[in-house]
């Protein structure tokens, strides 16, 4: 935990400030961050990405958004999707068999042998139209989508 | 022409320090992905050649190799922000 983080806790656990002054605080303070992290050199920020799937065209990444307590934002390039779908098909038979029953285990019950390259491609072009919008009951919210 | 990542740039920063980054120039391990990649294909092709001779039905460990080459490749472009309460996390491959 950091020092700024438990200064604010302990005002509270003192009684000094309210949970919402608290609250407020720590928001400030996570704010804070992100702008100064941001100010660094690099990449396209994750506030400039897509806010929702693309109308028209092929989308060429995922995302996953997750706010909430945590703010996650990941971009997945959909060539290294349809590559790794690609991958499966080339994979030995006996290897594919233990990744299927690994993957039964798990409850996700895919046979990659029933995978086609054909099909593969119709998968990658149908994740357009893909929207995942999960609202927890702790207030997350989870939305996937490719744009 | 698809090549793998140039570079990896990691940040990471925690409320109250200075945080860090870590800007990898992965272009320098080309020479000796390329190193790594010949010999394995050299060995995947004996190991193809051995198996078609003894009637094996699978027998495509080169392209396997190829294919996990350019699943390296299709990596470019990876990008994951996480920010928490009082910390943050930025990983991204290019």
Redesign the interface.
Known sequence: MSEERARILGMLAEGKITAAEAETLLDALASTIEESTAATPGPAPASDWPTGPSASGTPKFMYVKVTGKDKVDVKVPLALLRAGLKLTSLIPPQAMDQINESMGEAGMSIDFNNLKPEDIEEIIASLREMEVNVQAADGDNVRVFCA | MILPPLVI?V?V?????R?F?IWFPFVLLWPLLLLFAAFALLVALLVDAALLFSGA??H?YP??LL??L??L????????????????V?V?I?
């Open positions: 740039d940040r920063k925690e409320a109250g320090t945080g980054r039905r699978y495509h392209l396997l294919k996990s350019h699943l490749a299709e990596v470019r472009g990876t990008h994951a922000h996480v920010v928490g309460s009082d910390s943050l930025d991204y290019y």
